[in-house]
């Protein structure tokens, strides 16, 4: 998971028909509406997925109520409520579904805005994990299934290629300038986009840097 700021300025059309129609949901809402909101949603979370931080696209996401629209009707055309998430486990058997394919009407109670701080990945196993909050702990692998083992994988092996880059680079003089370069690659908006998965890459990176950082002085 990665920090996502939200556009202080909801979509045109949401507001329009928000304001405007009596008795409006989001689901009589204009297709119009659902794509520009999710167009809204892609460009502001860089063209990762809300939860997994897979590439999404407007044929591979959809609209994503944290707060779901079952329990919490009022927050249905909301847009502080509305997060862009993947579609890439569709159709799957459920134990291999993640994200909002998983999550169906469950409810994800916590901000995006400054969710970094609270999250932890295991390099060996890939796990992604909370041990500062158990509640979120709890709604990452019961609600968004984060740990299934396609996304558990893929963790590992974005570990496994920061290693990679430790053991190339470790002889160079300015081994840590390099390292911080490579955070700043990582952390860098490209086309509008981010490196898929980035903030998994960004966490072990950082952590080595700050273990640089902490042995000079």
């Known amino acids: 998971m990665i920090n ?7 979509p045109p059309l949401l507001h329009k028909h928000r304001t ?7 689901d009589n809402g204009p297709k119009e509406m659902k794509s520009e909101i999710l167009a809204f949603l892609i460009a502001e979370q860089y063209g990762l997925c809300c939860y997994c931080q897979q590439q999404i696209s407007m044929k591979s996401a959809s609209v994503e109520h944290k707060l779901s629209q079952d329990n919490y009707p009022d927050r249905a055309l909301d847009y502080n409520n509305m997060a862009g998430a993947c579609s890439c486990s ?14 169906g009407n469950k409810d994800f109670t916590f901000d995006l805005s400054d969710i970094e701080k609270f999250i ?3 390099p060996k196993t890939g796990i992604i994990k909370s041990v500062a909050n158990a509640e979120l702990d709890r709604q990452l692998n019961d609600v968004l299934n984060l ?10 092996n974005i570990y496994n290629a920061m290693k990679h880059f430790i053991r190339k680079n470790a002889f160079k003089k ?5 390292i911080n ?3 700043k690659r990582y ?4 086309n509008g986009q981010k490196r898929p998965f980035c903030g998994i890459m960004l966490y072990f990176l950082k952590k080595r840097y700050d273990r640089m950082k902490s042995r000079m002085k």
Do not use: W
């Open 4 to 10: 996502i700021k939200k556009n202080p300025h909801e």
């Open 20 to 26: 405007s129609m009596p008795g409006a949901t989001y």
């Open 90 to 103: 569709e159709g799957q058997e459920q134990v291999k579904q993640y994200c909002d394919d998983f999550k």
């Open 120 to 122: 932890q990945y295991e």
């Open 147 to 156: 740990n299934q083992d396609y996304l558990k994988k893929e963790r590992i």
């Open 174 to 178: 300015d081994f840590k300038g390099v």
């Open 181 to 183: 370069n490579e955070i």
């Open 187 to 190: 952390e860098t908006v490209v």
